[in-house]
C-alpha cells in the first residue's frame, strides 16, 4: 500500500483479505498454527495484516533499522488509523467507557470492560501494544493471531482502534468467563500457592508441551509463553478448567535466548497451494 491511502487500495485490500479469509490465498508470516489464529481474529485483523504487510515489503530499511523502530511504528498507527476511520473501525474511547456495562480491574497494559448483549455478555479491552510490543504489526502476529492459537478458550477478536489520551490502542472482543483469577484462590489460601503453580506448570506441559524455565516463562522448541502469573490465569466456574487470559506468547527463533527452531518469515501472501517461506 503506497503512503496516500484511498478507497480503492483498501477495496483491493478487502478483496485480498476475503480470498485469505475463504482459502484461496494465504498469509506467510507465522507457523501453519499461528496463521490459523489470524484467522480466528476477524475480518479486521486479516486486513491489518495486510496492510501493514504491505507497508514492511515497501519500506524494508525502516523496519530493519533499530534507530528507526519508534518511526515505523508511528507508520503503522497512521495506516491503522486511515483505515479505521474510512472503514468505520475508530472509536471514541470515552464512548466506550461510557457504554460499558462494568469496568473491570485493569493493568498498566489495557482497561477492561464487560459489555452485555441480550442474556450474554462478553469482554472489551482496550489494549496500548506499546507496553509488550514495538509495533503494531508485531503485537497483532503475537498478541492476537498466536495467542488465539495457542489459548483458544480466550480468543480475541480485532474490534478496531481508539485512543486513550496520546496512545494509539487496540480495541478487541474476548469471551466472558464465568470464573475467577488463580490470584483470588491464593489471596483466599496462601498455602495453595505450590499447589497452583504446579498445576499451571502441568496443565501448559499436557497442552502444549511447554516446560518451565522461569517462574513465568514456559518454552518449548516452537513457542515462547511470558508474563504467566497467578493474575493472568482464570479458573472456569462451570468445569474448573484452567484458562489463559493475558499471557505473552512468541515463536521461539533460533536467535531468542531459549535458540529455538521456529521462524517469523518475511510477510507475503500467496495463492494457497503455493509453498514459499522467505525466512528473516
Same mark, same amino acid.
Given at each position: 500500500m503506497s503512503n496516500t491511502t484511498n478507497s480503492n487500495e483498501y477495496e483491493r485490500i478487502r478483496r485480498t483479505a476475503e480470498d485469505i479469509i475463504e482459502g484461496r490465498k494465504r498469509i506467510i508470516r507465522l507457523d501453519e498454527r499461528g496463521e490459523q489464529g489470524r484467522l480466528l481474529a476477524g475480518k479486521a485483523t486479516v486486513e491489518s495484516s495486510c496492510i501493514l504487510g504491505e507497508c514492511k515489503r515497501t519500506n524494508p530499511s525502516l523496519f530493519r533499522d533499530s534507530k528507526q523502530k519508534y518511526g515505523a511504528s508511528l507508520k503503522e498507527e497512521q495506516l491503522l488509523t486511515d483505515y479505521a476511520k474510512l472503514k468505520g473501525r475508530w472509536f471514541d474511547y470515552t464512548k466506550i467507557k461510557k457504554d460499558a456495562g462494568d469496568q473491570l480491574p485493569s493493568g498498566a497494559e489495557a482497561d477492561v470492560f464487560v459489555y452485555s448483549k441480550g442474556d450474554s455478555k462478553?469482554?472489551?479491552?482496550?489494549?496500548?501494544?506499546?507496553?509488550?510490543?514495538?509495533?503494531?504489526?508485531?503485537?497483532?502476529?503475537?498478541?492476537? =493471531?498466536?495467542?488465539? =492459537?495457542?489459548?483458544?478458550?480466550?480468543?480475541?477478536?480485532?474490534?478496531?482502534?481508539?485512543?486513550?489520551?496520546?496512545?494509539?490502542?487496540?480495541?478487541?472482543?474476548?469471551?466472558?468467563?464465568?470464573?475467577?483469577?488463580?490470584?483470588?484462590?491464593?489471596?483466599?489460601?496462601?498455602?495453595?500457592?505450590?499447589?497452583?503453580?504446579?498445576?499451571?506448570?502441568?496443565?501448559?506441559?499436557?497442552?502444549?508441551?511447554?516446560?518451565?524455565?522461569?517462574?513465568?516463562?514456559?518454552?518449548?522448541?516452537e513457542y515462547i509463553i511470558e508474563d504467566v502469573h497467578l493474575g493472568n490465569v482464570m479458573r472456569d466456574d462451570d468445569t474448573g478448567d484452567l484458562v489463559f487470559i493475558d499471557v505473552v506468547p512468541s515463536l521461539n527463533t533460533p536467535v531468542d535466548e531459549y535458540q529455538g527452531t521456529n521462524y517469523y518469515r518475511e510477510f507475503d501472501i500467496v495463492d494457497n497451494e503455493q509453498s514459499k517461506c522467505n525466512i528473516i
Open positions: 462478553f469482554i472489551v479491552k482496550v489494549v496500548n501494544y506499546r507496553k509488550m510490543s514495538f509495533f503494531p504489526s508485531q503485537f497483532i502476529d503475537d498478541r492476537i =493471531a498466536l495467542y488465539n =492459537a495457542l489459548f483458544p478458550k480466550s480468543l480475541y477478536k480485532l474490534l478496531g482502534f481508539t485512543k486513550k489520551g496520546n496512545d494509539f490502542c487496540f480495541v478487541l472482543r474476548q469471551p466472558y468467563i464465568k470464573g475467577h483469577e488463580l490470584l483470588k484462590e491464593y489471596e483466599e489460601h496462601p498455602e495453595t500457592s505450590d499447589r497452583l503453580f504446579e498445576e499451571i506448570k502441568d496443565f501448559l506441559n499436557k497442552t502444549l508441551n511447554l516446560k518451565q524455565k522461569y517462574l513465568k516463562t514456559y518454552i518449548n522448541d
